[in-house]
């Protein structure tokens, strides 16, 4: 009868030491805030904000392909760098003007916020994960218009937290693996530019069958009908692949690792 006590506490310890131990994740939004405080307490202390856009994207993909296209890279990326988290996406960024439509505001579902706002949301981030602990905030724009406000938001917080030792780091290296090295070597395997493209191409509709293959409308992957401007498309996603957009994937993870440790490294 002792030993079968003895054996029952046994199992109720070693179950509430598993219940004790934080799940198997790098995303702040799937931590408790005591999970997220005994993290940052072992040295966890490096978070990535994501940051994304919802645009339109052509006839064949969807409207939050940067969204989803930033997190799960992100995921990838904080896994290679060790003691990092990743914050949930920011959704809202500079898209166009409302009045007149300019850019993809011309086109339903895109949303857009103006700059000074998306700075604010940028730096009020910021401030909240240096509040709690947090030591390099890395922000990872998957949209082109986001990479200045970015910039300007980081110089502005590490001009004020110099002497803190808290550092934000806006990695450029991530935009430019996605958008010029990525359809670099896309051209280098006998792919066109014309293919390409520089929006929902065969290098933008490749990289999204990588990751989520459920956001690709397949039976649509042809050239927009009419011009850029009239579609949503520049390029041709006809050849577009799972299997070329892995290339991509394991470029930009393998360069944003490296940016993000060789930023952390350089105060």
Known sequence: MKGLVASLCLVLICAGRALAQAPDTV?????????LRDLI???TTTIIVPVGGT???GPHMTLGKHNLRVKILSE???RGVGHALVAPVIAYVPEGRLEPATGHMRFPG???????TFQKVLEYAARSFRLHGFRDIVLLGDHGGTQADQKTVAGRLNREWAATGVRVHAIEEYYRAAEVEFPRLLKSRGYRDEELGSH???ADTSLML???PRMVRSNRLRPGPGPPDASGVSGDP????????QAGVELIVSRTVEAIRKSIAHR
């Open 55 to 57: 645009e339109q994207n």
């Open 200 to 202: 929902a191409g065969l």
């Open 238 to 245: 006809g050849r577009a692949s799972a299997e070329l957009g």
């Open 210 to 212: 990588a990751l989520d």
């Open 27 to 35: 995303l702040l939004e799937e931590l408790t805030w005591t999970e």
């Open 110 to 116: 895109t949303i857009t916020v103006p700059d000074e």
């Open 76 to 78: 990838k990326i904080a």
């Open 41 to 43: 307490a072992s040295r």
